[in-house]
Protein backbone atom coordinates (compact mmCIF):
# COMPACT_ATOMS: atom_id res chain seq x y z
CA UNK A 1 0.00 0.00 0.00
CA UNK A 2 1.14 3.51 -0.92
CA UNK A 3 5.10 2.40 -1.34
CA UNK A 4 4.76 -0.95 0.08
CA UNK A 5 3.43 -2.94 -2.15
CA UNK A 6 5.87 -1.91 -4.65
CA UNK A 7 8.87 -2.11 -1.95
CA UNK A 8 7.94 -5.32 -1.89
CA UNK A 9 9.24 -6.25 -5.43
CA UNK A 10 13.19 -5.21 -4.45
CA UNK A 11 12.98 -6.80 -1.52
CA UNK A 12 11.69 -10.13 -3.14
CA UNK A 13 15.37 -10.99 -4.14
CA UNK A 14 16.33 -10.94 -0.44
CA UNK A 15 14.03 -12.33 1.80
CA UNK A 16 13.61 -15.88 0.04
CA UNK A 17 17.16 -16.22 0.21
CA UNK A 18 17.22 -15.66 4.24
CA UNK A 19 15.42 -18.62 4.87
CA UNK A 20 17.89 -20.68 2.44
CA UNK A 21 19.65 -23.72 3.76
CA UNK A 22 22.47 -21.47 2.31
CA UNK A 23 21.78 -18.25 2.81
CA UNK A 24 25.22 -16.44 2.18
CA UNK A 25 25.63 -17.75 -1.54
CA UNK A 26 21.72 -16.72 -2.57
CA UNK A 27 22.28 -14.11 -0.69
CA UNK A 28 25.29 -12.55 -2.43
CA UNK A 29 23.79 -13.04 -5.88
CA UNK A 30 20.37 -11.29 -4.25
CA UNK A 31 22.45 -8.43 -3.26
CA UNK A 32 24.02 -7.98 -6.85
CA UNK A 33 20.98 -8.24 -8.62
CA UNK A 34 19.52 -5.92 -6.15
CA UNK A 35 21.91 -3.24 -7.10
CA UNK A 36 21.69 -3.50 -10.61
CA UNK A 37 18.39 -3.26 -10.51
CA UNK A 38 17.88 -0.33 -8.00
CA UNK A 39 21.07 0.89 -10.67
CA UNK A 40 18.90 0.62 -13.68
CA UNK A 41 16.07 2.33 -12.56
CA UNK A 42 17.70 5.20 -10.76
CA UNK A 43 18.89 5.56 -13.94
CA UNK A 44 15.54 5.60 -15.86
CA UNK A 45 16.49 2.62 -17.76
CA UNK A 46 13.81 -0.16 -18.73
CA UNK A 47 13.68 -2.98 -16.45
CA UNK A 48 10.07 -4.06 -16.74
CA UNK A 49 10.80 -7.46 -19.21
CA UNK A 50 13.40 -9.04 -16.21
CA UNK A 51 10.64 -8.11 -13.58
CA UNK A 52 8.65 -11.39 -14.05
CA UNK A 53 11.63 -13.72 -13.39
CA UNK A 54 12.78 -11.72 -10.15
CA UNK A 55 9.14 -11.92 -8.94
CA UNK A 56 9.49 -15.85 -9.43
CA UNK A 57 12.87 -15.66 -6.93
CA UNK A 58 11.24 -15.26 -3.60
CA UNK A 59 8.39 -18.04 -3.92
CA UNK A 60 11.09 -20.78 -5.31
CA UNK A 61 12.83 -19.76 -1.92
CA UNK A 62 9.99 -20.10 0.00
CA UNK A 63 9.09 -23.06 -1.14
CA UNK A 64 12.20 -24.93 -0.39
CA UNK A 65 13.39 -24.85 -4.33
CA UNK A 66 16.91 -23.49 -3.64
CA UNK A 67 18.18 -24.99 -6.56
CA UNK A 68 15.60 -23.59 -8.82
CA UNK A 69 16.05 -20.16 -7.12
CA UNK A 70 20.06 -19.87 -7.56
CA UNK A 71 19.39 -20.88 -11.30
CA UNK A 72 16.94 -18.56 -11.79
CA UNK A 73 19.22 -16.17 -10.46
CA UNK A 74 22.06 -16.64 -12.58
CA UNK A 75 19.45 -15.99 -15.03
CA UNK A 76 18.76 -12.41 -14.08
CA UNK A 77 22.42 -11.40 -13.51
CA UNK A 78 22.85 -12.62 -17.27
CA UNK A 79 20.33 -10.64 -18.17
CA UNK A 80 21.63 -7.85 -16.72
CA UNK A 81 25.16 -8.52 -17.95
CA UNK A 82 23.55 -9.07 -21.87
CA UNK A 83 20.83 -5.94 -21.89
CA UNK A 84 22.34 -2.41 -21.93
CA UNK A 85 20.50 0.13 -20.75
CA UNK A 86 17.12 1.43 -22.35
CA UNK A 87 15.53 4.49 -21.95
CA UNK A 88 17.39 6.42 -19.78
CA UNK A 89 16.95 10.08 -17.64
CA UNK A 90 15.11 11.20 -21.20
CA UNK A 91 11.96 8.88 -20.63
CA UNK A 92 11.08 11.06 -17.57
CA UNK A 93 8.31 13.78 -18.13
CA UNK A 94 8.83 16.73 -17.87
CA UNK A 95 7.70 18.22 -14.84
CA UNK A 96 8.74 21.27 -12.85
CA UNK A 97 10.59 21.02 -9.61
CA UNK A 98 9.65 22.48 -6.62
CA UNK A 99 12.60 23.72 -4.15
CA UNK A 100 10.37 24.87 -1.03
CA UNK A 101 11.73 21.89 0.70
CA UNK A 102 15.33 20.63 2.08
CA UNK A 103 17.18 19.75 5.79
CA UNK A 104 16.30 16.73 4.85
CA UNK A 105 16.94 14.29 8.50
CA UNK A 106 16.47 10.94 10.13
CA UNK A 107 13.78 10.04 12.09
CA UNK A 108 14.33 8.24 15.19
CA UNK A 109 11.74 5.74 16.50
CA UNK A 110 13.27 5.03 20.32
CA UNK A 111 13.13 0.98 20.93
CA UNK A 112 12.33 -0.11 17.31
CA UNK A 113 14.31 -1.32 14.44
CA UNK A 114 12.07 -2.42 11.78
CA UNK A 115 11.26 -1.75 8.35
CA UNK A 116 9.32 2.51 8.84
CA UNK A 117 6.77 3.61 6.03
CA UNK A 118 3.80 5.41 5.11
CA UNK A 119 3.91 8.20 7.94
CA UNK A 120 1.19 10.09 9.15
CA UNK A 121 1.68 12.64 12.09
CA UNK A 122 -1.61 13.40 13.92
CA UNK A 123 -3.79 16.24 13.69
CA UNK A 124 -2.39 17.03 17.43
CA UNK A 125 0.66 16.58 16.34
CA UNK A 126 1.56 13.99 19.39
CA UNK A 127 1.44 10.72 17.84
CA UNK A 128 3.57 8.95 14.52
CA UNK A 129 1.62 6.52 12.78
CA UNK A 130 3.03 4.15 10.53
CA UNK A 131 3.71 0.64 9.76
CA UNK A 132 6.49 -1.99 8.53
CA UNK A 133 6.98 -3.79 5.22
CA UNK A 134 5.74 -7.36 4.24
CA UNK A 135 8.41 -9.98 4.87
CA UNK A 136 8.49 -13.90 5.07
CA UNK A 137 7.51 -13.81 8.65
CA UNK A 138 4.76 -11.60 8.89
CA UNK A 139 2.41 -9.44 6.69
CA UNK A 140 2.41 -5.58 7.05
CA UNK A 141 1.23 -4.05 10.25
CA UNK A 142 0.58 -1.04 12.23
CA UNK A 143 2.27 0.93 15.01
CA UNK A 144 2.18 4.51 16.99
CA UNK A 145 4.84 6.51 18.21
CA UNK A 146 4.46 9.68 20.56
CA UNK A 147 6.09 12.56 19.56
CA UNK A 148 9.39 13.64 21.86
CA UNK A 149 10.74 16.41 19.01
CA UNK A 150 10.43 16.60 15.02
CA UNK A 151 12.79 14.03 14.59
CA UNK A 152 12.45 11.71 17.13
CA UNK A 153 9.43 9.60 18.73
CA UNK A 154 9.19 7.03 21.15
CA UNK A 155 8.02 3.43 20.16
CA UNK A 156 4.57 2.27 21.78
CA UNK A 157 3.88 -0.65 19.92
CA UNK A 158 1.36 -2.32 17.40
CA UNK A 159 -2.31 -0.25 16.92
CA UNK A 160 -4.53 -2.84 18.47
CA UNK A 161 -7.59 -4.10 17.04
CA UNK A 162 -6.23 -3.13 12.99
CA UNK A 163 -4.14 -6.04 12.22
CA UNK A 164 -4.80 -9.06 10.79
CA UNK A 165 -2.20 -11.95 8.87
CA UNK A 166 -3.15 -10.07 5.15
CA UNK A 167 -1.90 -6.52 4.59
CA UNK A 168 -2.90 -3.48 6.78
CA UNK A 169 -1.62 0.36 6.84
CA UNK A 170 -1.45 3.12 5.13
CA UNK A 171 -2.80 4.99 8.57
CA UNK A 172 -5.02 8.41 8.55
CA UNK A 173 -6.96 10.45 11.19
CA UNK A 174 -9.23 13.42 11.76
CA UNK A 175 -8.97 16.00 14.26
CA UNK A 176 -11.81 13.99 16.37
CA UNK A 177 -9.29 10.80 16.54
CA UNK A 178 -11.33 8.92 13.82
CA UNK A 179 -8.96 6.65 12.33
CA UNK A 180 -9.01 4.96 8.51
CA UNK A 181 -6.89 2.70 7.38
CA UNK A 182 -6.48 -0.33 4.44
CA UNK A 183 -6.85 -3.59 4.99
CA UNK A 184 -6.70 -6.37 2.34
CA UNK A 185 -8.31 -8.84 4.69
CA UNK A 186 -11.69 -9.57 3.46
CA UNK A 187 -10.35 -8.61 -0.22
CA UNK A 188 -11.69 -11.67 -2.94
CA UNK A 189 -14.37 -13.09 -5.08
CA UNK A 190 -16.86 -11.24 -2.95
CA UNK A 191 -15.46 -8.90 -1.36
CA UNK A 192 -13.69 -5.78 -2.75
CA UNK A 193 -13.32 -3.51 0.50
CA UNK A 194 -10.72 -2.64 1.67
CA UNK A 195 -11.20 0.89 3.47
CA UNK A 196 -11.95 0.79 7.39
CA UNK A 197 -12.24 3.27 10.15
CA UNK A 198 -12.45 3.36 13.52
CA UNK A 199 -11.73 5.78 16.68
CA UNK A 200 -8.39 5.20 18.24
CA UNK A 201 -7.69 6.26 21.72
CA UNK A 202 -4.92 4.94 23.93
CA UNK A 203 -3.38 3.37 21.00
CA UNK A 204 -5.94 1.10 19.96
CA UNK A 205 -8.82 1.13 17.64
CA UNK A 206 -12.52 0.42 18.39
CA UNK A 207 -15.91 0.53 16.71
CA UNK A 208 -14.66 -0.28 13.66
CA UNK A 209 -16.80 -0.39 10.32
CA UNK A 210 -16.09 -1.27 6.63
CA UNK A 211 -15.97 1.58 3.81
CA UNK A 212 -17.43 -0.84 0.88
CA UNK A 213 -19.03 2.41 -0.70
CA UNK A 214 -15.72 3.47 -1.77
CA UNK A 215 -14.26 0.22 -3.65
CA UNK A 216 -14.44 0.20 -7.42
CA UNK A 217 -16.04 -3.11 -7.06
CA UNK A 218 -13.73 -4.90 -9.92
CA UNK A 219 -11.89 -8.10 -9.41
CA UNK A 220 -8.17 -6.43 -9.35
CA UNK A 221 -9.07 -3.35 -8.15
CA UNK A 222 -8.76 -1.62 -4.35
CA UNK A 223 -8.38 1.38 -3.08
CA UNK A 224 -4.69 0.85 -2.43
CA UNK A 225 -4.52 3.66 0.55
CA UNK A 226 -6.46 6.25 1.69
CA UNK A 227 -6.52 10.42 3.14
CA UNK A 228 -8.90 11.88 5.62
CA UNK A 229 -9.49 15.47 5.49
CA UNK A 230 -9.04 17.29 8.99
CA UNK A 231 -12.67 17.99 9.78
CA UNK A 232 -13.11 14.39 8.71
CA UNK A 233 -15.65 15.60 6.03
CA UNK A 234 -13.41 14.66 2.65
CA UNK A 235 -11.61 11.34 2.08
CA UNK A 236 -8.89 10.96 -0.78
CA UNK A 237 -8.06 7.60 -2.23
CA UNK A 238 -7.36 6.06 -4.96
CA UNK A 239 -8.91 3.20 -7.45
CA UNK A 240 -5.54 0.84 -8.09
CA UNK A 241 -5.64 -1.93 -10.36
CA UNK A 242 -2.97 -4.66 -9.66
CA UNK A 243 -1.38 -7.54 -12.12
CA UNK A 244 -0.63 -11.08 -10.84
CA UNK A 245 2.49 -10.09 -10.02
CA UNK A 246 1.44 -7.57 -7.03
CA UNK A 247 2.48 -4.68 -9.15
CA UNK A 248 0.45 -2.39 -9.67
CA UNK A 249 -0.80 -1.34 -13.21
CA UNK A 250 -2.58 1.85 -13.49
CA UNK A 251 -4.29 4.13 -10.42
CA UNK A 252 -6.14 7.05 -9.90
CA UNK A 253 -7.24 9.56 -7.38
CA UNK A 254 -10.86 10.45 -6.47
CA UNK A 255 -12.61 12.03 -3.95
CA UNK A 256 -15.87 11.32 -1.85
CA UNK A 257 -17.92 13.09 0.39
CA UNK A 258 -19.44 12.30 3.70
CA UNK A 259 -23.04 12.13 3.83
CA UNK A 260 -24.69 10.91 6.94
CA UNK A 261 -22.56 8.04 7.87
CA UNK A 262 -21.39 7.10 4.28
CA UNK A 263 -18.75 9.11 2.00
CA UNK A 264 -20.14 9.15 -1.56
CA UNK A 265 -17.46 9.32 -4.43
CA UNK A 266 -18.01 12.46 -6.20
CA UNK A 267 -18.64 12.46 -9.96
CA UNK A 268 -16.35 16.00 -10.45
CA UNK A 269 -13.62 13.62 -9.31
CA UNK A 270 -11.98 12.98 -12.69
CA UNK A 271 -11.97 17.01 -13.32
CA UNK A 272 -10.52 17.51 -9.78
CA UNK A 273 -7.93 15.19 -10.30
CA UNK A 274 -7.30 15.21 -14.27
CA UNK A 275 -3.84 17.00 -13.76
CA UNK A 276 -2.13 13.98 -11.71
CA UNK A 277 -4.52 11.69 -13.01
CA UNK A 278 -2.68 12.26 -16.46
CA UNK A 279 0.26 9.46 -15.20
CA UNK A 280 -0.31 5.95 -14.90
CA UNK A 281 0.51 5.00 -11.06
CA UNK A 282 0.09 6.96 -8.77
CA UNK A 283 -1.19 6.91 -4.92
CA UNK A 284 -0.31 7.90 -1.66
CA UNK A 285 -2.34 11.29 -1.39
CA UNK A 286 -1.60 13.75 2.15
CA UNK A 287 -3.91 16.75 2.06
CA UNK A 288 -2.97 20.32 3.68
CA UNK A 289 -5.77 21.32 6.52
CA UNK A 290 -7.32 24.23 3.53
CA UNK A 291 -7.02 20.80 1.38
CA UNK A 292 -5.36 23.37 -1.03
CA UNK A 293 -2.24 21.32 -1.15
CA UNK A 294 -1.50 17.31 -1.93
CA UNK A 295 1.47 15.45 -1.77
CA UNK A 296 1.42 12.43 -3.59
CA UNK A 297 4.04 9.61 -5.38
CA UNK A 298 4.46 8.40 -8.98
CA UNK A 299 5.73 5.60 -9.71
CA UNK A 300 7.21 5.78 -13.78
CA UNK A 301 8.36 3.22 -15.92
CA UNK A 302 11.59 1.80 -15.00
CA UNK A 303 10.64 1.46 -11.50
CA UNK A 304 11.47 4.94 -10.71
CA UNK A 305 9.89 6.90 -7.92
CA UNK A 306 8.44 10.79 -7.81
CA UNK A 307 6.91 12.78 -4.75
CA UNK A 308 5.13 15.61 -5.87
CA UNK A 309 2.60 18.04 -4.63
CA UNK A 310 -0.20 19.62 -6.55
CA UNK A 311 -1.84 23.22 -5.90
CA UNK A 312 -4.93 24.90 -6.01
CA UNK A 313 -6.46 28.63 -5.04
CA UNK A 314 -9.56 27.04 -3.29
CA UNK A 315 -10.71 23.64 -1.97
CA UNK A 316 -13.69 23.32 -4.53
CA UNK A 317 -11.32 23.76 -7.74
CA UNK A 318 -9.25 21.17 -9.76
CA UNK A 319 -5.63 20.87 -8.67
CA UNK A 320 -3.22 22.53 -10.66
CA UNK A 321 0.04 21.00 -12.22
CA UNK A 322 2.19 19.14 -10.62
CA UNK A 323 5.52 19.59 -9.11
CA UNK A 324 8.42 17.07 -8.46
CA UNK A 325 9.67 18.00 -4.26
CA UNK A 326 13.75 17.98 -5.47
CA UNK A 327 14.48 17.26 -2.14
CA UNK A 328 13.02 13.35 -2.05
CA UNK A 329 15.69 10.93 -4.21
CA UNK A 330 15.96 7.16 -4.42
CA UNK A 331 13.30 5.02 -3.49
CA UNK A 332 11.64 6.82 -1.67
CA UNK A 333 7.51 7.30 -1.36
CA UNK A 334 4.50 8.76 0.47
CA UNK A 335 4.85 12.11 1.82
CA UNK A 336 2.85 13.57 3.96
CA UNK A 337 2.61 17.06 5.57
CA UNK A 338 3.23 17.99 9.74
CA UNK A 339 -0.15 19.57 11.42
CA UNK A 340 1.45 22.98 11.27
CA UNK A 341 2.59 22.36 7.61
CA UNK A 342 6.31 23.20 7.82
CA UNK A 343 7.91 19.63 7.55
CA UNK A 344 7.42 17.13 5.16
CA UNK A 345 7.97 13.35 6.28
CA UNK A 346 8.14 10.55 4.26
CA UNK A 347 9.61 6.74 3.91
CA UNK A 348 12.85 6.00 2.03
CA UNK A 349 14.90 2.90 1.43
CA UNK A 350 18.14 3.14 3.25
CA UNK A 351 21.08 1.90 1.27
CA UNK A 352 23.05 1.37 4.60
CA UNK A 353 20.70 -0.76 6.57
CA UNK A 354 18.53 -2.49 3.26
CA UNK A 355 15.63 -1.37 5.77
CA UNK A 356 12.99 1.60 5.45
CA UNK A 357 12.88 4.57 6.96
CA UNK A 358 11.39 7.96 7.81
CA UNK A 359 13.17 11.07 7.08
CA UNK A 360 11.75 14.80 7.38
CA UNK A 361 12.18 17.66 5.25
CA UNK A 362 11.51 21.20 6.52
CA UNK A 363 9.69 23.93 4.31
Keep these: MKNGLIGAVFLCLLSGAAMAVNPFALKAKGDKALGLLQDRAGKGCAVEAIMPKIMQVKPLGDAGKLDEADALLDEILEWFADTPCAGGQAALPDTKMNQEWGDDRAVTITGYDGDAMEPFISRDGKFLFFNDDKTDAKD???????????????FQ???????????DGVPSMDDAGRFYF?????????????????LFA???????????QLALGKLGWLNMDIEISADGRTLYSTQTHFGREGIPLESYFFYARKEGDAFVPQADSAEIFAALNKDKVIYAASISRDEKEIFYTRL????IFQSLVAKRKDAKDPFGEPEVISAITGFAEAPALSPDETMLYYHKKSEASGRFEIRVLHR
Excluded: Q
Design 157 to 167: GEIKNVNSKAV
Design 202 to 212: DGAVTDITPLP
Design 300 to 303: LPGF
Design 182 to 198: MSAKDYGLFHKNTVFSG
Design 140 to 154: KDMFWARRIDDTTFD
